[in-house]
């Protein structure tokens, strides 16, 4: 009885260790990378949706809760960033579209009889 307790107690120790090794950033981020992970995502696009998502959930969490210890807070600013994170992904490729005119709304070249009306 004791040995069979022993021997679970270790397997449970490995299962833990392993887990705790598998969700650490760096690992999380070479998963990203690896050939299995890169074609279950659809490639590169995907990726780039993902952390698109990421990145936005993470300023708006930053932006709502800031530095505040409050716990009430702080868990509504986790919603929100998975809200929001959520929703970019989704709708990555709308975001997409709508930025590429909006930068090329910025940086559109002017026609030369504009030019040169600006610069008399």
Partial sequence: MKKKRRIERNLLNENFQDTLESIKPINLIKGLFTQKSFNELGGSSSIIDTLMGL??????????VGGSHNLFKNGLGMLLQMGIQNLTISNSDTIKVFGKKILQSIFKKKPEDELETLYR
């Fill in 55 to 64: 990145a936005t959930g993470y300023i708006s969490k930053k932006t709502f």
